[in-house]
Nanobody, 121 residues
Framework: QLQLVESGGGLVQPGGSLRLSCAAS????????IAWFRQAPGKEREGVSC????????NTRASVKGRFTISRDNAKNTVYLQMNGLKPEDTAVYYC??????????????WGKGTLVTVSS
């Protein structure tokens, strides 16, 4: 069974950091493009950052650029999202998604169930 499991979310104060992990089971991520999305309460889901299967290309939305970094460790079958300088507006459920062909797409084939990030003092 193909699964993506996110972890690392939690409550953090403004200005703090978290590292989210997206671990795959049942398949290897080596040949998959990976993306992080988030959905805040009452808002639509939005793309946060993407990384190509080779790791050679990344894209990050403007509002988090310079604060969030996506990376992958194929040996661990895991993708990460390092989040620094967190702001209250970063509060959301964060999802990872994977697809062998689609890059940075909202219609990627595999999705995790999400991890909640709350930024509050």
């Amino acid at each position: 069974q193909l699964q993506l499991v996110e972890s690392g979310g939690g409550l953090v104060q403004p200005g703090g950091s978290l590292r989210l992990s997206c671990a795959a089971s049942g398949f290897t991520l080596d040949y998959y493009h990976i993306a992080w999305f988030r959905q805040a309460p009452g808002k639509e889901r939005e793309g946060v950052s993407c990384i190509s299967s080779s790791g050679g290309s990344t894209n990050t939305r403007a509002s988090v650029k310079g604060r969030f970094t996506i990376s992958r460790d194929n040996a661990k079958n895991t993708v990460y999202l390092q989040m620094n300088g967190l702001k209250p507006e970063d509060t959301a459920v964060y999802y990872c998604a994977a697809d062998p062909l689609k890059y940075c797409s909202g219609s990627m084939s595999h999705w995790g169930k999400g991890t909640l990030v709350t930024v509050s003092s």
